[in-house]
């Protein structure tokens, strides 16, 4: 498997994890539940990877960047999450802009060759970011570092572990 399968295949895997993991939150409520007054929740989340995606963009394809003065407020580097729900747009609405910002690092992937993800990142990035490789390297790592937030709040409501639940245990 090459290099470009490879990133391909983690970044759907990591993706449909949680989008697994997000199917389970339902009300506004839920979406915007916290497990403790600074914590992560699902809305944040969802609306935090689509703002990585597309800072991970901006690296490797910045005319695909969409400017969303909205969701860069509400989900953006250094934003705070709150448990009021109307402090943030619909969930239908942010899971729509997760998922067709994913599509769109994906769509850009699939057009590259092998030799694209050698190339060296500006120097401002080189010490984050090398090289174009590790721009997709990097969307992995950080989906799974928080989806394993967005675990811990969907448990928090009461549901098992989507991995290896004990026998009887609902997931």
Same mark, same amino acid.
């Given at each position: 498997? %090459?290099?470009?399968?490879?990133?391909?295949?983690?970044?759907?895997?990591?993706?449909?994890?949680?989008? %697994?993991?997000?199917?389970?939150?339902?009300?506004?409520?839920?979406?915007?539940?916290? +497990?403790?007054?600074?914590?992560?929740?699902?809305?944040?989340?969802?609306?935090?990877?689509?703002?990585?995606?597309?800072?991970?963009?901006?690296?490797?394809?910045?005319?695909?960047?969409?400017?969303?003065?909205?969701?860069?407020?509400?989900? *953006?580097?250094?934003?705070?999450?709150?448990?009021?729900?109307?402090?943030?747009?619909?969930?239908?609405?942010?899971?729509? +802009?997760?998922?067709?910002?994913?599509?769109?690092?994906?769509?850009?992937?699939?057009?590259?060759?092998?030799?694209?993800?050698?190339?060296?990142?500006?120097?401002?990035?080189?010490?984050?970011?090398?090289? +174009? *490789?590790?721009?997709?390297?990097?969307?992995?790592?950080?989906?799974?570092?928080?989806?394993?937030?967005?675990?811990?709040?969907?448990?928090?409501? *009461?549901? *098992?572990?989507?991995?290896?639940?004990?026998?009887?245990?609902?997931?």
């Amino acid at each position: 498997m %090459s290099a470009k399968q490879r990133l391909l295949k983690q970044l759907r895997s990591a993706r449909e994890y949680s989008l %697994s993991l997000l199917a389970d939150f339902t009300t506004p409520e839920q979406w915007t539940h916290q +497990v403790h007054a600074h914590a992560n929740h699902a809305l944040w989340f969802a609306g935090h990877m689509a703002m990585a995606d597309n800072f991970f963009l901006s690296n490797v394809a910045p005319e695909r960047v969409v400017t969303n003065p909205e969701f860069e407020k509400a989900f *953006g580097t250094g934003s705070q999450p709150t448990s009021n729900p109307a402090d943030y747009p619909p969930a239908e609405k942010v899971l729509a +802009v997760m998922k067709e910002r994913r599509e769109t690092l994906l769509d850009v992937l699939e057009a590259m060759d092998e030799a694209a993800l050698e190339t060296p990142l500006p120097k401002a990035r080189a010490d984050f970011l090398p090289d +174009v *490789g590790s721009v997709f390297e990097m969307a992995v790592w950080h989906e799974g570092l928080h989806s394993g937030q967005l675990s811990v709040a969907r448990r928090a409501m *009461g549901h *098992g572990p989507k991995q290896n639940p004990a026998p009887g245990e609902a997931t």
